[in-house]
């Protein structure tokens, strides 16, 4: 059975570092891996989406890496701003429709 | 306006009561589904829908029921509201047309309190 797992819970960081999220997963059977961003009162947004057969993804100051036979995927941060701040959540694919959820990091930036 | 709206966005209910929850979307797409979210867990599939015919059980669907009204509308039904089943509810759309590239759109999530 698929698992993913997310480290740390909750991460705070002053404004202006880099840092980087981690997801782990159990099974390297994959079709891919997102990343989410939750923002309070709000539903999940998709970041991020890296294919199987892809290594990393780009959106802006976002990188996201996959290793898969690792079972580790990345999601780096550049710049980090307040308007970061949310619950970055993990999802693996097994299959054309099922996502498996980490629990998810928090992440805090400060001023 | 908003592509996946849920209705009530707050609901407080009491053990044994029968509720639904509502999901509609505005993006055309065919897949559908209803997750829970619970304080340190990840998400949970509760149902999903690849179209109107086509209901599929997820990994927790004991205790919860739905109706595909039409492409547009998805419906999860409490029949028995019980005090575990508080949680965050998420109605989600994806649009598969083959491959792995299939992403889902989130509505902003229904806050369920069963007393």
Redesign the interface.
């Known amino acids: 059975k698929q698992e993913v797992t997310q480290i740390p819970a909750a991460l705070s960081v002053p404004e202006g570092e880099n840092l980087v999220l981690n997801c782990s997963f159990t099974d390297s059977a994959i079709y891919n891996l997102q990343w989410f961003r939750q923002d309070p009162g709000k539903g999940l947004t998709s970041l991020l989406l890296i294919q199987s057969s892809q290594r990393e993804q780009t959106s802006g100051r976002l990188n996201a890496s996959l290793d898969k036979s690792s079972g580790r995927s990345t999601l780096y941060i550049a710049a980090s701003q307040p308007g970061d701040s949310a619950t970055y959540h993990c999802a693996v694919s097994n299959s054309n429709y099922q996502l498996i959820w980490g629990a998810g990091t928090k992440l805090i930036i400060k001023p | 306006d908003a592509d996946?709206t849920q209705t009530p966005r707050n609901r407080i209910t009491k053990t044994g009561k029968r509720i639904m929850l509502e999901c509609s979307q505005t993006k055309g797409h065919d897949?559908m589904y209803w997750y829970r979210q619970d304080p340190?867990?990840?998400?949970?599939?509760i149902y999903?829908s690849?179209d109107v015919k086509d209901i599929n059980k997820?990994e927790i669907s004991d205790g919860y029921s739905v109706s595909r009204q039409a492409q547009a509308k998805f419906s999860l039904s409490l029949e028995s509201a019980i005090p575990n089943q508080t949680a965050l509810y998420?109605c989600?759309t994806?649009d598969?047309r083959g491959g792995?590239?299939?992403?889902?759109?989130?509505?902003?999530?229904t806050r369920l309190l069963v007393l």
Do not use: K
């Open positions: 996946v897949r340190g867990l990840g998400l949970r599939l999903y690849f997820g998420f989600a994806s598969w792995t590239q299939e992403t889902q759109y989130f509505g902003p999530g």
